[in-house]
């Protein structure tokens, strides 16, 4: 993900997420760290036309990754999007030398906690009211001692 990506982000962002989306100026703090040495790493989507269709954002420190973010146009949901980029989040952790990965995801998300599954998450607890306004609990999950293996088995 580039700066120019944000516009379309936001797109996607405000409809996906009307509820708790992030703001500009958060994507803009994330892509500060996304650089070599970096803290963050943000990939996208996009179709054969350059339309970017998904995104996915990884936050790193120390030997812990955090999903910061997933998401995928409702319009291409259900093609194996959310896979590839939850794959590339992976391998990137992977290159990172991270020993877990965490996430959060909506307790009422349950075709997204199946991705997750999908790839050896477990659910590890809950954060009381964690997506605001709409004071909707998270489910954690977390990936030990992620492995490129999780990535190929589970990308196509």
Known sequence: ???????????LELRLF??????RGMYWSELA?????GTRHYTVATTA?????GY???????T???VQTIAVDDRYQGRGLGSVLLAD??????????????LEVRIDNVRAQRLYEHF??????????YYQPADVDALVMRLDHPTENETEEHHG
């Open 120 to 129: 050896g998450f477990v659910p590890v607890g809950i954060r009381r009211g």
């Open 1 to 11: 993900m580039r700066w120019w990506d944000i516009e379309p982000v936001m797109e």
């Open 64 to 66: 812990e990754g955090d």
């Open 89 to 102: 989040l992976v391998a990137e952790s992977v290159r990172r030398g991270c020993a877990e990965l965490l």
């Open 49 to 53: 036309e350059g339309a970017v269709v």
């Open 18 to 23: 009307p509820e708790d989306a992030w703001s």
């Open 33 to 37: 760290e996304a650089h070599p040495g």
């Open 56 to 62: 996915a954002g990884l936050m790193t420190i120390g």
